[in-house]
Nanobody, 123 residues
Framework: QAQLVESGGGLVQAGGSLRLSCAAS????????MGWFRQAPGKEREFVAT????????YYADSVKGRFTISKNNAKNTVYLQMNSLKPEDTAVYYC????????????????WGQGTQVTVSS
């Protein structure tokens, strides 16, 4: 079955770093675009970063440019999100997602989602 599993979340002080991982399996192998999204309490789910399995082009939200890096290991079917210089505003549940076709910043266009992993940044 299709499955995305995130890991690596936790509690970190402002200025610190975390690396999130997303392991893909099942029908998600047929997807060609992977993305990271986040959702804070009371807010809409927002785009963070995306990468293609084949082309490897990347896109980032303005709020994380220069601080976050999305990468992948095709052999392991795993996508990563390296988060540096974390701020309290980065606190949210982070979700991994997959879709077919073109790159997209819209959560509604992604077909598969992980369960999410909590990232909390203290001041």
């Amino acid at each position: 079955q299709a499955q995305l599993v995130e890991s690596g979340g936790g509690l970190v002080q402002a200025g610190g770093s975390l690396r999130l991982s997303c392991a893909a399996s099942g029908r998600t192998f047929s997807s060609n675009v992977m993305g990271w999204f986040r959702q804070a309490p009371g807010k809409e789910r927002e785009f963070v970063a995306t990468i293609g399995w084949i082309g490897s082009a990347t896109y980032y939200a303005d709020s994380v440019k220069g601080r976050f890096t999305i990468s992948k290991n095709n052999a392991k079917n795993t996508v990563y999100l390296q988060m540096n210089s974390l701020k309290p505003e980065d606190t949210a549940v982070y979700y991994c997602a997959a879709k077919s076709g073109s790159y997209s910043l819209s959560p509604s266009l992604y077909d598969y989602w992980g369960q999410g992993t909590q990232v909390t940044v203290s001041s």
